[in-house]
């Protein structure tokens, strides 16, 4: 089914403001003092708990000793979040052995709805080496605070359910998980592989 093109102007212009609302979080957060920030950015990161899709524990003490991709969003999401995972499996077959090297990670924001099953059955239409994770609303809302992330539930025009609205930045970390940099919605392939293969090699 095509989407209408008044509904894809209309996701486009959420997906500006989010990212624009997103951006200027990060820069405008006073920096903590401690050393972690990089190219003038905030403090990004910190300490969280979520679920992996056996119902493990995971915090962020599994991610230490590599670098990592983290993208925030939710599995009901119509175009965003499938084209940002899409885009990062293509990047990491262009990396190939490389892309073992580092930790790519999707979380959902939807503690309602996305729950670990739900996170592994839609993960496992993308490269097999993405990671989904989910948390319940205290969980979420302290990693999303940690890393300035933008969300919003949204209700639907006939009120009965409700949309996403969310940053769409890949929140990039060094094997410390240390803030490294950003992806952009619908940066370009070759900037996306200078980007994951600079955090491999400088992570």
């Not at 940002?84 to 580092?102: H, K, N, P």
């Not at 619908?186 to 980007?195: A, C, F, R, T, V």
Request: aromatic content about 10%; some cysteine; proline content about 4%.
């Amino acid at each position: 089914m095509r989407m209408k093109t008044a509904g894809l102007a209309g996701t486009a212009i959420l997906v500006v403001a989010a990212t624009v609302f997103a951006v200027t979080a990060l820069m405008q957060t006073p920096p903590a003092g401690d050393g972690n920030a990089r190219g003038g950015f905030a403090d990004i990161g910190g300490p969280f708990t979520l679920t992996d899709k056996t119902g493990k524990t995971v915090t962020e003490a599994d991610f230490k000793g590599k670098p990592s991709a983290i993208f925030f969003g939710f599995t009901f999401c119509p175009d965003v979040c499938p084209t940002t995972l899409y885009e990062l499996s293509g990047v990491m077959e262009e990396l190939g052995a490389d892309a073992d090297r580092m930790n790519v990670v999707f979380v959902s924001v939807d503690w309602e709805r996305d729950g670990p099953e739900e996170l592994e059955r839609y993960v496992s239409a993308f490269d097999d080496r993405i990671r989904g994770l989910s948390g319940t609303k205290e969980e979420i809302e302290r990693i999303t605070r940690a890393y300035r992330v933008y969300y919003k539930r949204v209700p639907t025009e006939d009120g009965e359910d409700y949309t996403i609205d969310h940053s769409a930045l890949v929140y990039l970390m060094d094997s410390d998980g240390r803030f490294f940099g950003t992806i952009s919605y619908n940066e370009s392939p070759e900037m996306m592989l200078g980007k994951l293969k600079r955090l491999i090699a400088e992570g």
